[in-house]
């Protein structure tokens, strides 16, 4: 049984940071491209950050680049999302996701975590 958890979401102020994790298990870790995606309240499921099983291909949202960074442990069954200078509309549940091959399309991952909140304070 796959399973992807997520933790490190909670309450921060504009311009602070936080590291969020997702350990996985059930699954052959390396043969995965793993994802974060977010969604905030009335609105569709985004994107976040994506990572290949080697972690030497990283993508990312626009919305996010230069403040974000993913990385994963392979040895660990881990990937992480570093956050920084997080702003008010980062607040989303944060979601950690994985499929065989690249994609930025939520409908196209086979498995995902519960999610962790993000609560950024202006």
């Known amino acids: 049984q796959v399973q992807l958890v997520e933790s490190g979401g909670g309450l921060v102020q504009a311009g602070g940071s936080l590291k969020l994790s997702c350990a996985a298990s059930g699954l052959t870790f390396r043969n995965y491209y793993m994802a974060w995606f977010r969604q905030a309240p009335g609105k569709e499921r985004e994107f976040v950050a994506g990572?290949?099983?080697?972690?030497?291909?990283?993508g990312y949202a626009d919305s996010v680049k230069g403040r974000f960074t993913i990385s994963r442990d392979n040895a660990k069954n881990m990937v992480y999302l570093e956050m920084n200078s997080l702003k008010p509309e980062d607040t989303a549940g944060y979601y950690c996701a994985a499929k065989s091959g690249p994609s930025q399309r939520a409908t196209t991952y086979n498995y995902w975590g519960q999610g962790t909140q993000v609560t950024v304070s202006s």
């Open positions: 990572i290949t099983w080697s972690g030497g291909i990283t």
